[in-house]
C-alpha cells in the first residue's frame, strides 16, 4: 500500500515556465489537497477536492489550476512560474467521512522557480 | 477565521525525558478536531495524534499524549520517555469539521532529541 505518492521530488524552474505536479492516492479516498509550505511556516491550502470532476479554491489558489478527473489522481498546474512559488509542496488524501478526518500526506514535492 | 499559535519555535529534551510541545487556537465554532502532525527531515508528515472536541478524555497514542483544555483553547502535546527518532517539526493543526475540509496549521516547534 503506497499511500500518497507524488513526483518529482524536486524540481527547479525558470520564470514564466510551466510544470505540473503529480499527485496519486490507492486509498479510495474520495477527497484530496494541496498544500504549500514556505520557509519557517505551517502548510496552506491551495485547492482541494471533494470527488471526481469537483474542485474548490483553499486559501491561496492564485497562479495554480487542478483538475480531477480519477478518484486516485489530482494534478497541481503551475502555468507561468513566479519566484513567489518556489517552496515545498504536499498533497493529502482522507476517507469519505468529510471534515475532522486525518488527511494523509505524501513525501511532498520541492520546487525553486529561479 | 480560525488561528493557531505554536509560541515554542525550538525545543531541546534528553533522550529518555519527557517534554510539552504548546499550541492555542482560536474559534468560535463548539465542535471539532485538532491534530499534532510530525514532519521529520525526510519531510514526510505524519499524524501523531487527533482529539475531537466533544470529547473531554485526552487522546493518547503510546508515549504521545495530548492536554486538551477547551475552555483555554489549549491543546499541548506531551511526549515521553523521547527518542532520537522524535526529532522533528511539530505542528499544532486545526479542523473545524463539517463540510470544512481545510487544516490551518500553526508556524510549527522543531524538536531536538539529545543523547
Known amino acids: 500500500n503506497a499511500g500518497v505518492t507524488q513526483t518529482p521530488k524536486f524540481r527547479i524552474l525558470k520564470i514564466g515556465q510551466s510544470m505540473t505536479l503529480q499527485c496519486t492516492q490507492d486509498m479510495n479516498h474520495n477527497y484530496m489537497y494541496w498544500y504549500r509550505q514556505d520557509p519557517g511556516m505551517g502548510l496552506k491550502l491551495i485547492y482541494y477536492?471533494?470527488?471526481?470532476?469537483?474542485?474548490d479554491k483553499g486559501e491561496v489558489p492564485n497562479g495554480y489550476n487542478v483538475s480531477r478527473s480519477t478518484t486516485e489522481d489530482f494534478p497541481l498546474r503551475l502555468e507561468l512560474a513566479a519566484p513567489s512559488q518556489t517552496s515545498v509542496y504536499f498533497c493529502?488524501?482522507?476517507?469519505?467521512?468529510?471534515?475532522?478526518?486525518?488527511?494523509?500526506f505524501g513525501p511532498g514535492t520541492r520546487l525553486l522557480v529561479l | 477565521a480560525q488561528t493557531v499559535t505554536q509560541s515554542q519555535p525550538e525545543m531541546s529534551v534528553q533522550e529518555a525525558e519527557t517534554v510539552t510541545l504548546s499550541c492555542t487556537y482560536d474559534t468560535s465554532e463548539n465542535n471539532y478536531y485538532l491534530f499534532w502532525y510530525k514532519q521529520p527531515p525526510s519531510r514526510q508528515m505524519i499524524l501523531v495524534i487527533r482529539q475531537e472536541a466533544y470529547k473531554q478524555q485526552n487522546a493518547t497514542e503510546n508515549r504521545f499524549s495530548v492536554n486538551f483544555q477547551k475552555a483555554a483553547k489549549s491543546f499541548s502535546l506531551k511526549i515521553s520517555d523521547s527518542q532520537l527518532g522524535d526529532t522533528a517539526m511539530y505542528f499544532c493543526a486545526f479542523n473545524s469539521g463539517g463540510s470544512n475540509y481545510k487544516l490551518t496549521f500553526g508556524k510549527g516547534t522543531l524538536l531536538t532529541v539529545n543523547p
Open positions: 493529502a488524501s482522507s476517507s469519505t467521512s468529510g471534515g475532522g478526518e486525518t488527511q494523509y
Open positions: 477536492s471533494v470527488g471526481a470532476g469537483i474542485t
